[in-house]
């Protein structure tokens, strides 16, 4: 079996498995019994499918995750002859991806070079790749995406780029021109690709889960990380329960058990924050601890 095709293999089960201890079994298998090369990633997706899993609620795999997409970063560097390359690569530049104790290119004991700045953050310009739209300004703004879409990603340059040509354009499409809001936008999406804490959504724009014309059109509050979106839901209750106001009465009652002291002692209010036809919300505050919920 091929290197790509063992590859494939453990990284379908990687995706169909529903246990923690089984991702992190998996994840220790390939950081360390495999290594890489552009090719093999490319064929495998084995770098997308890891690189999803760095923001998974479990620590353990979601750091295993980093440092797996960090090797194979190095290792593909070193293969391509880049910041990170060892002397000894071989002069046609196909680095194989090796199980340990076979002929390698770079020897399993070896330890990685360090990552420089330029290949912690890709860029067009790093990798040399080129929009080639015929238009300046387009040009300059695919390139933007791709800087996003490659911040720390381990996918291959022709597929970032493939991406960043496809937003580009369903941008584009929105506004006819490359306008201030063909602009605006541009920037709004490039921002958000280069969070730092959403690498979930550079993510699923390169591996294609997320569509590019899609996300031409998300706003920024859809472009936001489940942990943001979490953080804003909860500003936007405890602003609800001040803006209802010191002088509306809340009632008392023993109807309700604080989920946090256990407790019964409540006020309540209730409100109709959704349309005519949906049951009213009702706000309820734990007298002993402060603790505040909700319910319809």
Same mark, same amino acid.
């Given at each position: 079996?091929?290197?790509?095709? @063992? &590859?494939?293999? $453990?990284?379908? /089960?990687? /995706?169909?498995? +529903?246990?923690? @201890?089984?991702?992190?079994?998996? $994840? /220790?298998?390939?950081?360390?019994?495999?290594?890489?090369?552009?090719?093999?990633?490319? *064929?495998?997706?084995?770098?997308?499918?890891?690189?999803? $899993?760095?923001?998974?609620?479990?620590?353990?795999?979601?750091?295993?995750?980093?440092?797996?997409?960090?090797?194979?970063?190095?290792?593909?560097?070193?293969?391509?002859?880049?910041?990170? %390359?060892?002397?000894?690569?071989?002069?046609?530049?196909?680095?194989?991806?090796?199980?340990?104790?076979?002929?390698?290119?770079?020897?399993?004991?070896?330890?990685?070079?360090?990552?420089?700045?330029? %290949?912690?953050?890709?860029?067009?310009?790093?990798?040399?790749?080129?929009?080639?739209?015929?238009?300046?300004?387009?040009?300059?703004?695919?390139?933007?995406?791709?800087?996003?879409?490659?911040?720390?990603?381990?996918?291959?340059?022709? &597929?970032?780029?493939?991406?960043?040509?496809?937003? *580009?354009?369903?941008?584009?499409?929105?506004?006819?021109?490359?306008?201030? *809001?063909?602009?605006?936008?541009?920037? %709004? $999406?490039?921002?958000?690709?280069?969070?730092?804490?959403?690498?979930?959504?550079?993510?699923?724009?390169?591996?294609?889960?997320? &569509?590019?014309?899609?996300?031409?059109?998300? +706003?920024?509050?859809?472009? +936001?990380?489940?942990?943001?979106?979490?953080?804003?839901?909860?500003?936007? @209750?405890?602003?609800?329960?001040?803006?209802?106001?010191?002088?509306?009465?809340?009632?008392?009652?023993?109807?309700?058990?604080?989920?946090?002291?256990?407790?019964?002692?409540?006020?309540?209010?209730?409100? /109709?924050?959704?349309?005519?036809?949906?049951?009213?919300?009702?706000?309820?505050?734990?007298?002993?601890?402060?603790?505040?919920?909700?319910? %319809?």
């Amino acid at each position: 079996m091929s290197e790509a095709a @063992e &590859l494939r293999k $453990l990284v379908k /089960q990687l /995706q169909n498995t +529903s246990t923690n @201890e089984e991702k992190v079994t998996i $994840l /220790q298998i390939l950081k360390k019994d495999f290594q890489v090369n552009e090719a093999i990633l490319r *064929e495998s997706k084995a770098g997308l499918a890891v690189g999803k $899993l760095r923001t998974h609620e479990a620590k353990e795999v979601s750091d295993l995750a980093k440092e797996i997409v960090k090797k194979w970063k190095n290792e593909v560097e070193r293969a391509k002859g880049g910041p990170g %390359s060892k002397a000894g690569a071989p002069a046609n530049g196909k680095a194989g991806s090796t199980r340990k104790g076979s002929a390698s290119v770079t020897p399993s004991n070896a330890t990685p070079a360090p990552m420089s700045g330029k %290949s912690e953050s890709r860029t067009a310009k790093g990798d040399k790749a080129k929009a080639g739209t015929g238009n300046d300004v387009r040009d300059r703004c695919t390139e933007l995406l791709y800087d996003g879409l490659a911040f720390d990603s381990g996918a291959p340059s022709d &597929l970032i780029m493939t991406r960043a040509k496809a937003v *580009e354009a369903g941008v584009f499409a929105q506004f006819g021109s490359a306008n201030a *809001e063909y602009k605006g936008k541009i920037r %709004s $999406l490039f921002v958000n690709l280069k969070d730092k804490g959403n690498p979930g959504l550079r993510e699923s724009v390169v591996s294609g889960e997320l &569509l590019a014309e899609k996300f031409s059109k998300m +706003s920024s509050e859809e472009m +936001s990380s489940e942990e943001r979106r979490a953080a804003d839901r909860k500003i936007k @209750e405890e602003n609800f329960f001040k803006s209802l106001g010191a002088g509306e009465q809340e009632a008392e009652t023993e109807g309700f058990q604080c989920g946090r002291c256990k407790q019964r002692k409540c006020r309540y209010r209730q409100a /109709q924050t959704r349309s005519a036809d949906e049951p009213m919300t009702t706000f309820v505050t734990c007298v002993n601890c402060g603790n505040k919920w909700k319910f %319809s």
